[in-house]
């Protein structure tokens, strides 16, 4: 049934059978004056659910390897498949062609490659050849569905985009880059946070300092804005010179703070040089020039946060933590939040500025403090759903990082502190973060040969893992 429901989904892709009526859009427009029916309503509800909620869920249940897995991921193929009919079958406001409509087909081809690669894998078949190819699929497997919550977020922005008919002409670049950036700032706080959680140990493994990380992609990524925010051969208009010397400082401040990440000794060192180039960044972007009053005062208290992100993190890094990478016993401190969800509303607060969003506010006569309010309300919800996704990984992961210990009379122990009678403490004492310094990226990074024994999958039998 849901095999044939999603290769009939991929056929309706190839043939695209619906009819596009753009009859009603002006000339010039992306979209109709129509309002959205009912139809389409019931689409975006029905895919922010599934795409946004269910899927990457679902997503840590399988890294986690946890009985629900299946049943969660088969319940938003059903949404994902009700929904992309929704969308075909919407009537009301009209749309020209959308990089959303474009999009859709490559997340149903990922969805398609999953549900038939998860179907595969939980037949078990392991002998011979099979045996061998099986751990190659699950390694795709694992990366199709890790990248899958990455292409729905842009999908649920082209949606958003598409709904408005924004970033059409001359829009386009501003888009891209209010788009591109903002969403990096959400990404480097989850990053922030997963490190914060469940990072810990990984980051020791590695022998270098967080900041070693944060200024290398700095400096990357200012060596990219050195020379692409310019058009070459045309005149420097103002935006442009601002745009262009934020690039310069990034790589300045990146090669600095590499420097910085190592002791004298050589050992991994603790510094303030992202943190502060993510203030003089918000500096930068809470005095850039506006036209309009709503979008002067957005872009400013997109700067503030900014600003705000990164003078916390210097103190955190100086005074709460003193230089260590973590607190004593693994649990973070309150104050550790605070960067992460900053740099989360910076995000969505940059996403929400661009010229068209800020004349249809504008327009609707809401104020940028009611503006910010929303803004700001979106980011709670999104860094406790990412706090939510990273809890559950956190409490159904020491299973997947079990080694069986030789030395040990044959008790299991190891990162994931499982005792001779196969409790896992932090479950069973009910605070499974509160020894985060603890857990390994492993269920990131599959361990076949964990799989594979006999002693374990009894164990993950018993703890209810899928099979
Ligand atoms: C609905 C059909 C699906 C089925 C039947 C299915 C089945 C499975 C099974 C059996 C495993 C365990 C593999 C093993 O260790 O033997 C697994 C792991 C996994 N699944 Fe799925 N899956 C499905 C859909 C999805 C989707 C849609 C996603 C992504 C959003 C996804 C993401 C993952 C991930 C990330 C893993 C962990 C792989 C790793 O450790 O590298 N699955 N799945
Ligand atoms: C990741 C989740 C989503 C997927 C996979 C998806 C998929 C689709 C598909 C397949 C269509 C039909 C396109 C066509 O006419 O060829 C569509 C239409 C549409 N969707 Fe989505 N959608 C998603 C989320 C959203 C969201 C969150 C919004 C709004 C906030 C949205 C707004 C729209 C609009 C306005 C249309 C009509 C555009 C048109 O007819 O070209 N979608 N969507």
Redesign the pocket.
């Known amino acids: 049934m ?1 095999t044939s429901s999603l290769a009939l989904l991929l056929l309706s892709n190839v043939v695209n059978g619906h009819e596009h009526h753009m009859n009603n859009i002006a000339e010039g427009e992306g979209i109709s004056s129509d309002p959205i029916d009912k139809i389409l309503w019931i689409h975006i509800l029905i895919q922010i659910f599934g795409w946004g909620i269910l ?2 869920t ?2 840590v249940l ?2 986690v ?1 946890n009985r629900w ?2 049943p969660v ?2 319940l ?2 059903c949404f994902a498949i009700v929904g992309y009919f929704l969308g075909h079958a919407h009537k009301g406001r009209q749309f020209a062609p959308t990089a959303h409509a474009k999009f859709a087909p490559w997340l149903n081809f990922l ?1 398609a490659t ?2 038939i ?3 595969y ?2 037949l ?1 078949l392991e002998k011979g050849i099979l045996g061998k190819v ?1 751990p190659i699929l ?2 795709a ?6 990248v ?2 990455v292409a729905s977020w842009v999908q649920l922005l082209f949606g958003g985009i598409a709904s408005l008919g924004f970033c059409r002409g001359d829009h386009l670049g501003q888009c891209l880059a209010h788009f591109i950036m903002g969403s990096a700032f959400i990404g480097y706080a989850i990053m922030l946070t997963i490190l914060l959680l469940v990072g810990q140990a990984w980051l020791r493994r590695t022998g270098k300092s967080q900041e070693f990380f944060d200024s290398a992609v700095i400096a990357a990524w200012g060596c990219v804005n050195t020379f692409t925010e310019h058009r070459w051969g045309t005149d420097w208009v103002h935006n442009d010179i601002q745009h262009t010397t934020m690039g310069v400082i990034w790589w300045c401040a990146g090669l600095l703070g590499m420097w910085l990440s190592r002791s004298t000794s050589g050992a991994p060192k603790r510094n303030f040089v992202p943190a502060l180039v993510i203030f003089l960044t918000g500096y930068a972007m809470s005095s850039h020039p506006q036209s309009l009053m709503i979008s002067a005062k957005t872009h400013a208290i997109f700067g503030y946060t900014l600003m705000a992100a990164g003078l916390v993190r210097i103190i955190e890094i100086s005074f709460i933590l003193k230089d260590k990478q973590g607190t004593p016993n693994g649990e973070p401190n309150s104050w550790q939040f605070l960067t992460p969800f900053l740099l989360t509303a910076g995000g969505f607060l940059f996403m929400g500025a661009t010229e068209e969003q800020m004349v249809t506010l504008d327009a609707a006569g809401v104020d940028h403090v009611s503006y910010l309010l929303i803004l700001y309300s979106v980011a709670f919800l999104m860094f406790l759903f990412a706090n939510m996704l990273i809890y559950l990984y956190a409490v159904n992961a020491a299973p997947a990082s079990i080694k069986l210990d030789p030395e040990s009379n044959g008790h299991i122990n190891g990162n994931g502190h499982i005792n001779g009678n196969g409790h896992i403490n932090g479950r069973a004492n009910g605070h499974a973060l509160g020894g985060a310094e603890e857990f390994e990226l492993d ?1 990131l990074m ?1 361990d076949e040969e964990d ?1 594979d024994d006999e002693d374990v999958g009894l164990l993950k039998e018993q703890n209810g893992q ?2």
Do not use: D, S, Y
Not at 141 to 146: C, D, L, R, S, Y
């Open positions: 849901l899927f990457p679902g997503m399988g890294i390897r897995h299946v991921q088969i938003g193929t969805l999953q549900v690669l998860g179907i894998l939980k078990h099986r699950v390694r497997h694992g990366i199709v569905g890790k899958m919550p269920g599959t799989a899928v099979k």
